[in-house]
């Protein structure tokens, strides 16, 4: 991505106020936020994941489907402490090649983790942002606080996430 296609930072601002809603709501604010700053994220329609589920960008990128969701506390059981968890353990291998359909994408603010994704065609990141909904866009068309840096990374399998996710 060049820096004539890098989304501005009010752009990502505007789209900090998309995350949570249903989905109606959040289609008329990224239409809004489309006739100010244009854009090219896109609401995705999922069946298995109504925008009230408390299931977090990192248990949709990774396939984690638990019920319940939360821990009693209200916290999601897989955070993105999980996932800087797996990265430093070796679970979550970065990708050296060019980044492909399928892969992991993770978000880094401050060298840390702050969201994930998956890659898709055409250059694309499909993640769900907060407990709200799931959306197509490009890498960096996202909310500012998610970071500047995305780095992909090859897909562990759920069974590995499962038991992985148990230790924390």
Not at 1 to 19: I, K, Q, T, Y
Not at 35 to 52: A, D, F, K, M, R
Not at 117 to 138: D, E, F, L, P, Q
Not at 139 to 164: Q, T
Request: aromatic share 8%.
């Amino acid at each position: 991505m060049n820096r004539h296609d890098m989304p501005s930072e009010l752009l990502r601002r505007h789209l900090a106020g998309v995350c949570n809603g249903d989905h109606d709501s959040v289609e008329a604010r990224l239409n809004l936020i489309n006739g100010q700053v244009p854009h090219s994220v896109q609401l995705i329609n999922t069946p298995e994941i109504s925008p009230l589920d408390n299931q977090n960008c990192v248990m949709y990128a990774l396939g984690l489907r638990l019920n319940p969701a939360c821990e009693p506390d209200g916290r999601y059981y897989a955070r993105t402490a999980y996932v800087q968890g797996l990265i430093d353990d070796g679970y979550l291998i970065k990708s050296t090649s060019r980044p492909k359909a399928g892969l992991i994408a993770v978000y880094f603010r401050n060298e840390r983790v702050a969201h994930v994704g998956i890659r898709t065609n055409h250059g694309r990141i499909v993640s769900k942002w907060g407990a709200g909904c799931v959306y197509s866009h490009r890498p960096l068309e996202v909310p500012l606080g998610y970071g500047e840096a995305v780095r992909y990374f090859y897909p562990i399998a759920k069974k590995v996430a499962y038991g992985e996710l148990r230790r924390w």
